[in-house]
């Protein structure tokens, strides 16, 4: 056999698939709507570029320090104690090559083959894989609309065993949107110091929420139970920077320090380049991030009360990330166009050939019965989108 059973183990990131095919349609001319994207549809603002081509100019372009310069990691740590009032060293810092690199490093840090690992489902699709990359087993923690999306402390509780070594907090979260107030996190957070688990909260879509939500960390909950958590965040999201691949995480020095260990034998630093844009954006003007913001708040409200008054969907109110999980089941074991569609994933496919518009089924988000919206395209595309969605199944 030539290939590792760890190799054999992965599928391709379902997600980047859809898109792939939405983009693959587009460029034979088919008028494709994709509501499957995964990044933010601005232009990375003015000042950032600027700060980038200034690198370059500069001869910025060299190796640098494996985890991230001592300009950007001083960004970073302003960035979590003006944001978030939380206290970091350089040595509590690592910078890599975006938030999913960051994840990488630290599950391959910190699990074991045979541990496990709790990951609430829908999770984002590379939570499983990157577990099993580890040799770790996920234990997924089903949640649905009526829980608001979100794991209750009795259901952590559950799923604890002697195995478990760490427990994913993604809010809000990709793909629901869902987001954790600070006294549920605070009751997860307890759970967490009761068992020796190790907390890892993916943050990337701190800065979008909406509503008036008002996003915390869980790492916020108590000196005790930020010792035992790893943030993961990155400018990606937040900057709409998602092709300059840089992430970032916090967290104990022990495990910061095996990070950069693995890091060094494998990708050394990010581009010097994309480190010295993304110091820029940290610490420049923020005025863009919370236009793009404002922006994504007016699509979500109208993508939420659209979806909601079409027969059969009900949609979750998200309270942030920028994409919406509507439940379709009433649509399925149906037929459209003379098709019987009984899976999201059938059903994904038949809007994308019959209505041109590309959505994300949530099986690979562990959550069938579900298709992801990204609403990170203009007004216009969300309004013909959904007119597309609409014609689509009341075409029997
Ligand atoms: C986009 C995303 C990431 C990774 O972002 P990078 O571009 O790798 O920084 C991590 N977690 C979630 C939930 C995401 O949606």
């Known amino acids: 056999m030539l290939l590792s059973k760890r190799a054999l183990g992965i599928l391709p990131s379902a997600t980047l698939a859809i898109d792939a095919k939405a983009k693959a349609l587009k460029a034979q001319g088919i008028d494709v709507i994709s509501f499957g994207t995964g990044e933010p549809d601005f232009d990375t603002p003015e000042n950032i570029k600027e700060a980038a081509k200034k690198a370059i100019d500069e001869g910025f372009t060299k190796y640098c320090p494996v985890g991230g310069t001592p300009d950007l990691k001083d960004a970073i740590i302003a960035k979590f104690k003006n944001d978030n009032n939380l206290e970091y060293t350089a040595d509590q810092i690592i910078v890599s090559c975006g938030a999913k690199h960051s994840l990488y490093n630290l599950f391959q840090a910190v699990l074991n083959p045979g541990d496990q690992i709790i990951i609430p489902a829908p999770y984002w699709v590379s939570y499983p894989d990157m577990a099993k990359l580890a040799g770790a087993k996920a234990k997924i923690v089903k949640t649905n609309e009526y829980s608001g999306f979100k794991m209750t402390v009795e259901q952590l509780k559950k799923a604890v065993g002697k195995k478990t070594k760490a427990v994913i907090i993604n809010s809000p979260s990709n793909p ?37 939500f008002k996003f915390s960390s869980i790492a916020t909950v108590s000196p005790e139970v930020k010792a035992i958590t790893a943030v993961v965040n990155g400018v990606s999201k937040s900057y709409s920077m998602t092709g300059w691949r840089i992430g970032y995480t916090a967290g104990p020095k022990e495990i910061i320090t095996a990070m950069t260990n693995i890091q060094s034998q494998s990708t050394s630093n990010p581009t010097s380049i994309a480190l010295r844009a993304s110091a820029e954006a940290l610490k420049g003007p923020q005025e863009s991030v919370e236009m793009m913001r404002k922006e994504f708040e007016a699509r979500r409200n109208y993508i939420y009360s659209r979806l909601n008054s079409i027969r059969g969907v009900k949609c979750f109110n998200p309270e942030g990330a920028f994409y919406v999980f509507p439940n379709i089941k009433k649509l399925l074991g149906k037929s459209y166009s003379g098709k019987t569609i009984m899976t999201a994933t059938e059903f994904a496919e ?8 590309a959505v994300v089924p949530g099986d690979p988000f562990g959550a069938p019965g579900y298709i992801r919206l990204s609403y990170a395209t203009s007004m216009s595309n969300i309004k013909n989108g959904l007119d597309r969605f609409e014609l689509a199944i009341s075409d029997k």
């Open 176 to 212: 629901t949107g869902a987001a954790y107030t600070p006294e549920e996190l605070k009751k997860l957070a307890q759970v967490c110091l009761e068992n020796n688990l190790l907390i890892i909260a993916d943050d990337i879509y701190e800065k979008l929420v909406y509503g008036g």
């Open 350 to 357: 038949y809007l994308l050939e019959k209505a041109r518009i």
